[in-house]
C-alpha cells in the first residue's frame, strides 16, 4: 500500500494544484486512509460501492467499482479520466462527502466473474435506493440509470467529509455554488448539443437544472425574495391608472 505523504506527493507532483485544492486532495488522502474496526482500510477493498454528497447532504452520484475503492474514487476526484467528469456530470467542486461500502467477502471469489457482477450490481442499487431516503429530488446524476436489480444487505460504510475547514464555509456559500453549478450545466448542455447522446445524459442535464433551481429559490428567499406575483399585478395597473 502506498502511504499517504507518498500518494499525496505523487498527486502534487502530477497537477502541482492550488493551495486550497491541495488541502482537499490532502483531506481526502486521510479519508482513503481511515481503517474499519478489524483494522483494514476500507477504500483499499478492490470489490465495493461508493456515494458522493454535495453541501446539503444531498447525493450526487453513486457507483460501483472491481479496480479497488482508492483509485476509482480518485480517479473521479483528482483528475478528468472518468466519463462522468469528463462529460461535466460530475463537478469535482460540488463533492463535499464521501461514503464507501467495502464488499471484502468478494476478494476471495474474484475469479467467479457473473457472480462477482451480480453482487457488484446489487450493492450499487441497494445504495441508490438507499441514498435517495430524505432526499429531496429522489435523484442522482449518474448518465448511466442504474437498473433495477435484487437489494441486499449492504456492509457497514465509512462515511467522511473531504474538504476541510474555512474551505467548507467558503464553497458553500449559496452564490458561489450557484455560479458553479451554472457553469457545469452550460458544459454538459454544449456536450450535448454537440454529440449524439442517450436520454440518460439528457436527464442528468434535467437533474442538475431542477437542482440549480432549488439553490436558487432557497437564496432568493433568505436575501428577502421579490413582492409576490401579484403585487406586480397590481403595480402595473396602478401606473396605467
Known amino acids: ?104 467477502e468478494l476478494e476471495g471469489a474474484a475469479r467467479d466473474a457473473k457472480m462477482v457482477k451480480a453482487t457488484l450490481n446489487s450493492a450499487e442499487y441497494t445504495v441508490f435506493k438507499k441514498v435517495l431516503t430524505g432526499s429531496i429530488f429522489q435523484a442522482v446524476l449518474n448518465e448511466v440509470p442504474i437498473a433495477p436489480t435484487q437489494i441486499m444487505a449492504l456492509p457497514p460504510s465509512l462515511r467522511a467529509r473531504i474538504v476541510p475547514e474555512p474551505i467548507y464555509t467558503r464553497r458553500k456559500h449559496a452564490d458561489v455554488r450557484i455560479a458553479r453549478r451554472a457553469e457545469t450545466i452550460a458544459k454538459l448542455a454544449a456536450v450535448i448539443s454537440q454529440r449524439s447522446v442517450k436520454p440518460g445524459l439528457r436527464n ?38
Open 1 to 104: 500500500m502506498v502511504s499517504n505523504d507518498k500518494a499525496l506527493k505523487r498527486v502534487r507532483r502530477r497537477a502541482n494544484p492550488p493551495e486550497e485544492v491541495g488541502a482537499i486532495l490532502k483531506e481526502l488522502e486521510g479519508v482513503l486512509n481511515i481503517p474499519d474496526d478489524a483494522g483494514r482500510v476500507v477504500s483499499n477493498a478492490r470489490f465495493g460501492a461508493y456515494a458522493f454528497y454535495d453541501y446539503d447532504g444531498e447525493p450526487i452520484y453513486v457507483g460501483q467499482t472491481a479496480e479497488q475503492l482508492r483509485v476509482r474514487i480518485r480517479r473521479h476526484l483528482t483528475n478528468q479520466r472518468t466519463d462522468a467528469v469528463a462529460m461535466h456530470v460530475l463537478d469535482p467542486f460540488e463533492v463535499a462527502d464521501i461514503e464507501m461500502w467495502p464488499l471484502w
Open 204 to 241: 442528468t442535464l434535467l437533474v442538475q437544472a431542477t437542482r440549480l433551481r432549488h439553490l436558487a429559490e432557497v437564496r432568493l428567499k433568505d436575501a428577502g425574495g421579490p413582492p409576490e406575483p401579484g403585487h406586480y399585478e397590481e403595480a402595473e395597473t396602478q401606473g396605467d391608472a
